[in-house]
């Protein structure tokens, strides 16, 4: 089975100071992780995933296998990345995308 | 594009009662999913179709039920509703069911129980 676990019900900062979101995850096989993110009154939108190894919105979030984790990183907060975050997985098989997510995490940018 | 879209967006039942959401996905968009959304949770996977088959299903009891139609929209059924059900039920979808597909999100439908 697998499972995926944001300890961080809620993270407050302020703007400018750096940001780490958590993420652990646990599956027997190859996963592919995604991170989600949701402003206020819209709608759940993928953030970044591993495979593409990009930045998005300064965010990077880099695949650690041995600790089973895909935190995600901002060096400078911003206001408007006060969202609801959610890290995903997903099998990388051709199986089925389905989606496992964890409890989600509140992000509070103060300024 | 508008992306994917659900319908309706609110809707009220009471306990008993039957309701079929429905979920429209991006143009060229071949697979489906539905996922549970309760308060406070992150969302939970409750079915996936591909191509008008089912993919995969989620830890959901027989009261759910989906299909998927030869456009490529979906429905997802919920019979015999519990309080339990009020949530947010959001629809998604993806070129493919494959695993690095990224999956696009509706705006979800809220279900309210009474």
């Known amino acids: 089975a697998q499972r995926v676990t944001q300890p961080e019900k809620l993270l407050s900062v302020f703007k400018g100071a750096p940001v780490e979101l958590k993420c652990n995850y646990s599956y027997s096989g190859s996963p592919e992780l995604f991170w989600y993110v949701q402003y206020s009154r819209q709608r759940l939108q993928l953030l970044l995933r591993h495979i593409s190894r990009e930045s998005i919105k300064g965010f990077t979030a880099d695949l650690n296998k041995g600790e089973t984790s895909f935190h995600l990183k901002k060096p400078f907060a911003q206001e408007e990345d006060s969202a609801m975050y959610y890290c995903?997985?997903?099998?990388?098989?051709?199986?089925?995308?389905?989606?496992?997510f964890g409890g989600g995490t509140r992000l509070m940018v103060k300024p | 594009d508008a992306g994917v879209t659900q319908s309706p967006t609110h809707l009220i039942k009471t306990r008993g009662q039957q309701v079929t959401l429905r979920c429209s996905p991006i143009?060229?968009?071949?697979?489906v999913s539905w996922y549970q959304q309760v308060l406070g949770q992150g969302p939970q996977f409750i079915f996936q179709y591909y191509e008008k088959e089912e993919r995969g299903r989620g830890n959901f009891p027989d009261r759910f039920s989906a299909r998927q139609f030869p456009n490529y929209s979906s429905e997802l059924n919920v019979n015999a509703l519990l309080l339990g059900d009020s949530a947010l039920y959001l629809c998604?979808?993806?070129?493919?069911?494959?695993?690095?597909?990224?999956?696009?999100f509706g705006d979800g439908t809220r279900l309210s129980i009474l």
């Open positions: 995903a997985l997903s099998r990388n098989n051709n199986a089925g995308n389905m989606l496992t």
């Open positions: 998604a979808s993806s070129l493919e069911g494959a695993g690095r597909q990224p999956q696009h």
């Open positions: 143009s060229g968009h071949k697979s």
